[in-house]
T-cell receptor, first 111, second 117 residues
Framework: QKEVEQDPGPLSVPEGAIVSLNCTYSNSAFQYFMWYRQYSRKGPELLMYTYSSGNKEDGRFTAQVDKSSKYISLFIRDSQPSDSATYLCAMSGGGADGLTFGKGTHLIIQP | NAGVTQTPKFRILKIGQSMTLQCTQDMNHNYMYWYRQDPGMGLKLIYY???????DKGEVPNGYNVSRSTTEDFPLRLELAAPSQTSVYFC????????????????FGPGTRLLVL
C-alpha cells in the first residue's frame, strides 16, 4: 500500500464551479499537510499548509484535514481558467527528512 | 530575493557521462533538498541537508552524490548517467528558526530536465 494516494485525473470542470481535490494516506505519523500547485514545466508552488486536523481558508481556497480518516481535501471556489494546473498534496511527520508527495491531480478549468 | 535557482534548465547526457546539477538559494535557509519527478509521479526525495557540512540520504539516493560546503549551495552529482535517471530534478529549501511548521514548508526551484540517452 502506497503511503499517499491521489487520483491523477484529469479533472475537468467549467469555470465558476467548486473543485474538490483529495488525498488519502496510511502513515499515522503525518502531522503536517501541504498543497502545492504546479504549472506545466514549472516548480511546485506552496498553496496552503495545515497542522493536524481541521480547516484552513485562504481566499478561494480551503484545506481540510481529517486525521481520523487519514483524508485531506482542497476546495477551490469560483474556479478560474488560471487555476488549471497539477495539484500535489504533501505530508510530513515534522522531521527534517523531506516531504512525502502524492502523484498530483491534473485540473482543467474550462472557460 | 531570487529564491531557489537551478542550472542548467535542460541537459542531454550520454550513458556513462557525469554532470553536476547546481542549486542556489538566497533566503538563508538551513534546510535544502533534492527531489526527482518522473512523468505522472509525485516527487521522490534523493538527498537532503540540514546545514553546511551535513547531508543525508532520502528515498532514492542510488546513483547520486551531494555536498553542502555553504548555506547557499547544494549541488547534485551524477557520476555514471543511466537512462533510469531521465527525470526532472527539483531543488527545494526551508528553515526551522520558527519551529517545525516552517521547516516543512519548502520552496522549490524551477527544475532541471535531464535526458539520458
Amino acid at each position: 500500500q502506497k503511503e499517499v494516494e491521489q487520483d491523477p485525473g484529469p479533472l475537468s470542470v467549467p469555470e465558476g464551479a467548486i473543485v474538490s481535490l483529495n488525498c488519502t494516506y496510511s502513515n499515522s505519523a503525518f502531522q503536517y499537510f501541504m498543497w502545492y500547485r504546479q504549472y506545466s514545466r514549472k516548480g511546485p508552488e506552496l498553496l496552503m499548509y495545515t497542522y493536524s486536523s481541521g480547516n484552513k481558508e485562504d481566499g478561494r481556497f480551503t484545506a481540510q484535514v481529517d486525521k481520523s480518516s487519514k483524508y485531506i481535501s482542497l476546495f477551490i471556489r469560483d474556479s478560474q481558467p488560471s487555476d488549471s494546473a497539477t495539484y500535489l498534496c504533501a505530508m510530513s511527520g515534522g522531521g527534517a527528512d523531506g516531504l512525502t508527495f502524492g502523484k498530483g491531480t491534473h485540473l482543467i478549468i474550462q472557460p | 530575493n531570487a529564491g531557489v535557482t537551478q542550472t542548467p534548465k535542460f541537459r542531454i547526457l550520454k550513458i556513462g557521462q557525469s554532470m553536476t546539477l547546481q542549486c542556489t538559494q538566497d533566503m538563508n535557509h538551513n534546510y535544502m533538498y533534492w527531489y526527482r519527478q518522473d512523468p505522472g509521479m509525485g516527487l521522490k526525495l534523493i538527498y537532503y541537508s540540514v546545514g553546511a557540512g551535513i547531508t543525508d540520504k532520502g528515498e532514492v539516493p542510488n546513483g547520486y552524490n551531494v555536498s553542502r560546503s555553504t548555506t547557499e549551495d547544494f549541488p547534485l552529482r551524477l557520476e555514471l548517467a543511466a537512462p533510469s535517471q531521465t527525470s526532472v530534478y527539483f531543488c527545494a529549501s526551508s528553515y526551522s528558526i520558527s519551529g517545525i511548521l516552517v521547516r516543512v514548508t519548502q520552496y522549490f526551484g524551477p527544475g532541471t530536465r535531464l535526458l539520458v540517452l
